[in-house]
């Protein structure tokens, strides 16, 4: 295989324009849930640890996404995972509106899990193509993409957040459904992503045989001591992440009697806002320093920022205590989650989607387990203890970045 191609894709006018609209759409339908989750979950009588549950749903599928839509969009063209996974989205979205129930949030949560997850690694992939050839481009895309994730991020929780205080759960999965269509209409406009992977192989091999090459080329990637270092902090990057946003949710409904519907709107979003600006930041750090450089320093400063998180939910504190932290956390995570994607992509770039995948994949354990672990907290100790699982994954990702760039490849 190649590491890459002299020539991009042909670009079109939208062309620009489709990676971040997919991008945007991943948080919308994974994140908006979580504000209504636990009063969704109080109207069902579903304990916390069956709430956690619904939303960890979410990143397991896409967890699953990512192992069969990775390798295979270093296959075929985007175009051909990217359709089909809109049209699910589309009549799950619909089919949530009409019937909630906990069997029913499951297996709805799962598909839109497994569909978004593949749509956003078409996303990722159009940019790994968009800027073939061309290392510094490829970073400043994903950066940017990173900036609609949190732009995605903080309107998806706001919606969650005014859909929990108005009680009404089911405007989530109506805004959901509203959107997939839409996007699905400009997906359908754009002539986007019809060419073949950059993968090396030549044009009058077989496409079984392609399979089994790009299968050893993902094996022998995988092996890689540096990759498995990065999988684990991108794991903890994970359980940060959801686990915080959960915290976020049970720290509401503690304080709900207390704040106004603007008021729960506005902490909400804190954390994508938080990470607005952190995305921002690794543009301007990129100027001046490696990818590298920027991605251990910052894994120095966010341990501070959970156990920060940490303390003021377990003493109790005001909102404006609570925000503070939320702002900071999410910098520091914005700031920090290009890196890992971008470092990922730049070591495989014929491998671009497998290795986005590997990402994805890590990413959606730690998020996976990080609802789960904070609701049986919860249970256990109390609202006060929702903090231990992200100083918990900060440790472990800490752990793990001291040794990414020092391991052989």
Request: one cysteine or more; a positive charge; hydrophobic letters at 55%.
């Amino acid at each position: 295989m190649t590491r890459d191609e002299d020539h991009p894709p042909a670009r079109t006018r939208l062309a620009g324009a489709v990676p971040p609209l997919l991008v945007f759409f991943n948080p919308l339908t994974q994140l908006a849930y979580i504000p209504i989750s636990v009063g969704l979950g109080r109207s069902l009588d579903l304990s916390a640890a069956q709430i956690g549950i619904t939303i960890g749903v979410h990143s397991v599928a896409t967890a699953a996404a990512g192992v069969f839509a990775g390798p295979l969009l270093d296959l075929v063209p985007v175009r051909r995972i990217l359709l089909p996974g809109m049209i699910v989205n589309v009549v799950v979205s619909i089919l949530l509106c009409l019937y909630q129930s906990y069997a029913v949030l499951t297996v709805g949560r799962l598909l839109t899990g497994f569909a978004s997850g593949a749509i956003a690694l078409c996303g990722q992939a159009i940019v790994a193509d968009l800027t073939r050839g061309d290392p510094k481009a490829r970073d400043r895309g994903y950066s940017l993409l990173q900036t609609f994730v949190s732009m995605g991020a903080a309107s998806a929780l706001a919606l969650g957040a005014f859909a929990a205080a108005l009680e009404r759960p089911v405007l989530v999965f109506a805004v959901g459904a509203a959107y997939a269509t839409v996007l699905l209409g400009v997906v359908v406009v754009a002539r986007l992503g019809r060419e073949r992977p950059p993968t090396g192989h030549a044009a009058d091999i077989p496409f079984p045989r392609r399979i089994a090459l790009t299968g050893s080329a993902i094996r022998a990637m995988l092996r890689e001591p540096r990759r498995q270092w990065l999988i684990l902090s991108s794991v903890g990057i994970g359980m940060i992440m959801q686990g915080s946003h959960f915290g976020v949710s049970v720290l509401l409904d503690r304080l709900a009697d207390d704040l106004s519907t603007l008021a729960r709107v506005g902490v909400s979003i804190l954390i994508p806002c938080g990470v607005f600006t952190g995305s921002f930041i690794n543009r301007m750090s990129l100027k001046r320093i490696t990818r590298e450089q920027l991605f251990t320093r910052i894994y120095l400063i966010i341990p501070l920022a959970a156990t920060a998180y940490a303390a003021v939910a377990l003493a109790g504190l005001d909102v404006a205590a609570v925000a503070l932290t939320l702002v900071l956390l999410g910098t520091c995570l914005g700031a920090l989650m290009p890196l890992s994607m971008a470092i990922s992509v730049n070591w495989n770039p014929e491998l671009r989607a497998s290795a986005a995948a590997t990402e994805t994949l890590s990413r959606s354990v730690g998020q996976t387990t990080g609802p789960i672990a904070v609701g049986v907290l919860v249970a256990i100790g109390g609202v006060g203890t929702v903090g231990v699982v992200v100083v918990v994954a900060t440790v472990l990702g800490l752990a793990a970045s001291r040794n990414i760039f020092t391991a052989r490849s």
